[in-house]
């Protein structure tokens, strides 16, 4: 018998994630400076995926679920089992924790 030929999202034992990754390699844009037109286009889903927070904040997912755990994290939502954080709350804390360039 020859082996079943399968596909990579098969395969991994992490399907989420790759699915997460390959949404953020279509979606992910490289901002240029005084290029405003191209940054707006990059749009989150609403709620995000613990891969998909994990990728933007370029983390483990098991690194997430441990700041979830501790309430590190703004906009956690539990459906079920399920942990989703809301991409605007997310984005928001990271622009508060941002440090300030210092000035020349």
């Not at 995000?48 to 690194?63: I, K």
């Amino acid at each position: 018998m020859e082996p079943i030929a399968r596909t990579p999202e098969t395969t991994s034992p992490d399907a989420s994630s790759s699915r997460s990754r390959q949404w953020f390699a279509r979606h992910a844009r490289t901002s240029r400076a005084g290029d405003a037109k191209e940054s707006s286009d990059l749009r989150l889903p609403v709620l995000l995926t613990v891969g998909e927070a994990a990728d933007l904040l370029r983390t483990t997912r098991r690194a997430i679920y441990a700041m979830v755990e501790r309430r590190q994290l703004p906009g956690v939502i539990r459906i079920r089992r399920r942990v989703l954080v809301r991409a605007d709350d997310l984005l928001h804390w990271l622009d508060q924790k941002r440090a300030s360039s210092p000035k020349e």
